[in-house]
C-alpha cells in the first residue's frame, strides 16, 4: 500500500534551518508531482511547496518563497524540505501529499507529518 513517512521536524530558534524528509513507498514515486503542506492549531491546511515529477518545476507559497527549497530523489523515492531563516509563523505540522493512481485507482494520500516549532 502507499505510505508517506516524514522526518525530520523538531525544536528551532528563529533564523535557524530544518531538512524534512518525506519517505515513499507503493507507487511509481517517479511519476507524480509531490507536494509539501503545513498544519497549524486553528489555520487552515496550506500548501507550500511543490515539486513536479522530474523535479524541474518548484511551486512555493509566498510565506516561504526565497527560504524554502524543495527538492526530490527519485531514485530513493523520497522528497525534501529545506527550511531557512525560520520564524515563529513557520510552526505547524508538516505533511507530505501526494495524488496518486494505484490499482485502487486514484486518491490523495498522506503521511502522519512532522512537528517543527520554531521559538526562541
Known amino acids: 500500500q502507499v505510505q508517506l513517512v516524514e522526518s525530520g521536524g523538531g525544536l528551532v530558534q528563529p533564523g535557524g534551518s530544518l531538512r524534512l524528509s518525506c519517505e515513499t513507498s507503493g507507487f511509481s514515486f517517479g511519476s507524480y508531482a509531490m507536494y509539501w503542506y503545513r498544519q497549524a492549531p486553528k489555520k487552515a491546511r496550506e500548501m507550500v511547496a511543490s515539486i513536479s515529477s522530474d523535479g524541474g518545476r518548484p511551486g512555493y507559497a509566498d510565506s516561504v518563497r526565497g527560504r524554502f527549497l524543495i527538492s526530490r530523489d527519485n531514485a530513493k523515492s523520497t522528497v525534501f524540505l529545506e527550511m531557512n531563516n525560520l520564524n515563529e509563523d513557520d510552526t505547524a505540522r508538516y505533511l507530505c501529499?501526494?495524488?496518486?493512481?494505484?490499482?485502487?485507482?486514484?486518491?490523495?494520500?498522506w503521511g502522519q507529518g512532522t512537528q517543527v516549532t520554531v521559538s526562541s
Open positions: 501529499n501526494v495524488f496518486a493512481f494505484t490499482s485502487s485507482g486514484g486518491q490523495d494520500y
